[in-house]
């Protein structure tokens, strides 16, 4: 039989979550650099990396102030983006579509990141949480900024490219 959980369960959990995968985002994001042929593209992965080293941290703070120790749980999702984005690296030659192919995987990761913190931040302020929810922001304000960048990057040049390559 289960045991009974409740809110400050479920932020618990979610926060786990999102610790482990913004970890093995640090993780991937220097190899989508290398992989990357364009400039640009490299650039945004190697600034975001710095930006997810600050999301960890504020994440650090988070469970602090919830009084827990920070430990990750596995987080599927993000594994299986991850997976993604490396088989994309393996089986894409380098160059404009291969490029193309890692702005999408990047945003994907962004949209469940985003997601995330969106859930985590309403359940926050639900619970009068202000230092969670104030932290959380930050980091969501970040992700959204970075998706922006992304798609911008894709929309203005990277698919053009791709796509102008394969006709």
């Not at 102030?65 to 430990?71: P, S, V």
């Amino acid at each position: 039989m289960a045991t009974t959980k409740g809110p400050q369960e479920l932020i618990l959990t979610f926060m786990q979550d999102i610790y482990y995968a913004e970890r093995q985002i640090l993780k991937s994001l220097p190899k989508m650099a290398k992989a990357a042929s364009n400039q640009q593209l490299k650039d945004a992965f190697m600034l975001h990396r710095e930006e997810t080293q600050g999301q960890v941290e504020r994440l650090q703070r988070a469970f602090e102030a919830l009084g827990k120790r920070a430990r990750g749980q596995t987080c599927e999702a993000v594994n299986g983006l991850i997976e993604e984005t490396e088989e994309i690296i393996e089986e894409f030659p380098e160059g404009e579509v291969r490029d193309a192919a890692l702005a999408a995987c990047a945003q994907a990761v962004e949209h469940y990141e985003i997601a995330r913190y969106g859930a985590l931040i309403a359940w926050a302020k639900a619970s009068g949480l202000q230092d969670v929810v104030s932290l959380m922001e930050e980091t969501l304000a970040e992700e959204k900024k970075t998706d922006e960048l992304l798609n911008q990057m894709a929309n203005k040049s990277l698919n053009q490219a791709a796509f102008k390559k394969a006709a």
